[in-house]
């Protein structure tokens, strides 16, 4: 499965073929907007994806989160990195600092 997941620019529907997810009829709100919350966790599969591809991967997995997961795994691998930022913090209790993100590889 994940030699297959290599190629490049594979597309979510593909991914979800191989994953055997069966596509809903829309994604789930709720679970929408609990993956977008992710994208704030350092070092969360969530952060290397955009609001719009998070609501495709959750149409395309028939909105099953596990699913959604293995799909965002896969194509990590695929592209090779994983996106990671450091949270925001305050300095001096005022001015917010937000830490450039960088990447790495990514890992099984």
């Known amino acids: 499965m994940i030699r297959r997941a290599r190629k490049t620019n594979v597309s979510i529907e593909t ?5 055997g997810c069966s596509k ?3 994604a789930d709100p709720e679970k929408l ?6 994208r704030t966790v350092y070092g969360d599969i969530c952060r290397n994806e955009t609001p719009d591809s998070l609501a495709d ?11 959604a997961s293995d ?5 990590a691998i695929a592209h ?3 996106v990671l ?4 913090f305050y300095e001096n ?16």
């Open 15 to 19: 991914l979800a073929q191989i994953l």
């Open 24 to 26: 809903a009829d829309k």
């Open 33 to 38: 907007n609990n993956l977008l919350i992710r």
């Open 57 to 67: 991967i959750l149409l395309h997995c028939g909105n099953d989160i596990p699913s």
């Open 71 to 75: 799909l965002m795994k896969l194509r």
């Open 80 to 82: 090779g990195t994983s």
């Open 85 to 88: 930022q450091l949270p925001p």
């Open 93 to 108: 209790g005022t001015v917010k600092i937000i830490l450039p993100s960088f990447e790495r590889a990514a890992e099984l």
